[in-house]
């Protein structure tokens, strides 16, 4: 990726050897101000995913994520299920706390009691201690992490400090979500007493993090199936799964599936996410047909082909409500990771905001972010399209055009009034290229699809790869098309200039290559001469 990024520098005629130069570029990339071609990074990106990073943990940015006005949010939080659990839970142990057993447990008369005051899910379990029931060390253990509750000597009672957050229903819940990511012990539970902690609760810390960021940002809900199965190969990267018999193999794959859902029943509990019940989208198995077919790789063979079959049966699927998008946007940003918010490019420059959003914006997130910029400066796209105008680059312009198109409800109108436009009448056709047939496409209009195409390319990829391409013509096209391009008048004069320097002259200045002269046998004339042809 950074090869990627320099090449494209040093294409933009940035001295890659210069470091403020270098710095300068970059911060044009990353302020919005200059759009590198996304095929291009994508193939980087995909180059890069094939390879392991040498101690490095591979950390993407996320997609910006709308969230509601905070009074919403604060009652979404009083409902939490785990919030008025917790409440219940310290208000019981009162101003003195409550005795524990000599284990250190809380007791079985005062279990029973807590069963039906948190509604734990207990209520038929037989036991003869506390810690075999789920739903209640589960409560208690939170609110140890939580620090709401501490054991002194041998009573539980509650920590003084931490009655302003049990008073703040939002607050509270935002400590019990950071609690939850250490929650192992009581969220992968074994199933018999003294069986070894599952390799799910031993990379727990790892997993929670992982999954939570895989429904991060997504429009669809997530099958919990497709998550499992990222789970059980990170499980397999850890541990030496294959040295277990086949039975032990499938008895530890249900242990982690089992952790799994333990694992999103915790934070349903909590308010984090939600789950439903249904045919998972399509888009979560659109990459299994191929993988089905290969023998390598994570998600192959059979193993791609039956977690299809799965996927095509109704399974749960899980999705971060608002309160959880809101508290991991928070923690990513906390590790220094890019987690766009909606609204926040109301105040940024028109280009900044066209830019941004075609990079890193969905189609709906997108429609959303331009309006909300609208509003704060008055409602007209002149600004915009005036940035769009302003741009030097061929590539960011149609991005940037597509973008303001596709997100305004007069973008049809928009995009036809620009096309009888001098200027941007050109980009207007690149734009449009995908959807316009060879028929619908005038001969002027071709010499501008042509020029455009090539200058798109230039910037891209590079004046190398737009030589290559040309080579591939015969010499006659090949200089045709690069006199056409070079006198074009194309209005992107940077750009133009550079395929005058880079592209035009070196072809042009090429010797022609002497054409090799056959041996052709003579051919006989009407008067029964040889002669040569």
Known sequence: ??????????????????????????????????????????????????????????????????????????????????????????????????????????????????????????????????????????????????????????????????????????????????????????????????????????????????????????????????????????????????????????????RVDNDVEQIFDAFEALGAVTSTRGLASDVFSEDLDEASRMADGPFSGERAAALRELLAKPGRQVSLTPLGTRAMRRRMLAEGREAGLVGELADASPAELLGTVAEHYTPETGVEEIAIWQAAHGGSLDPLVQAIRDCPFVSRRVAMLQTLVKAVPEGGGLLARLSRDPELGPVVLLAEKQDRKPGEVSPAEAAWLMAGSLLEFLEIGGPDAVREQLEELPRYQREAAVCAVRDSGYPARETLEDFRVLVAEPILSTPSRPRAVRNIPAQRSRRGKRRGR
Request: net charge neutral.
């Open 1 to 254: 990726m950074a090869k990627t990024v320099m090449m494209s520098a040093r294409d933009r005629g940035v001295d890659i050897g210069d470091p403020e130069a270098l710095a300068a570029f970059l911060s044009d990339v990353q302020e919005g101000r200059l759009v590198l071609d996304e095929d291009l990074l994508g193939r980087a990106l995909e180059r890069q995913l094939g390879r392991a990073a040498a101690g490095q943990e591979r950390k993407f940015a996320q997609l910006p994520v709308s969230l509601p006005d905070g009074e919403e949010l604060t009652a979404a939080a009083r409902r939490s299920k785990a919030v008025r659990q917790l409440r219940a839970f310290a208000d019981w142990l009162g101003p003195k706390g409550r005795a524990l057993t000599s284990a250190g447990n809380i007791r079985p008369a005062d279990a029973r009691e807590l069963i039906v005051l948190l509604g734990t899910g207990d209520e038929r379990l037989r036991f003869h201690s506390a810690a075999e029931l789920p739903g209640l060390e589960l409560i208690a253990n939170w609110a140890k992490k939580a620090r709401l509750v501490r054991k002194q000597g041998t009573r539980l009672v509650l920590v003084a400090k931490a009655r302003p957050v049990l008073a703040d229903a939002e607050a509270l819940w935002q400590r019990a979500f950071e609690a939850a990511f250490d929650l192992g012990d009581a969220v992968c539970r074994p199933i018999w007493a003294d069986e070894p902690a599952s390799p799910v609760r031993l990379l727990y810390d790892v997993i929670v993090p992982d999954v939570l960021a895989a429904i991060y940002s997504m429009d669809e809900p997530v099958p919990v199936a497709r998550l499992a199965e990222s789970v059980w190969e990170t499980v397999r990267a850890h541990f030496d799964v294959d040295s277990l018999s086949p039975l032990g193999q499938v008895g530890l794959r249900g």
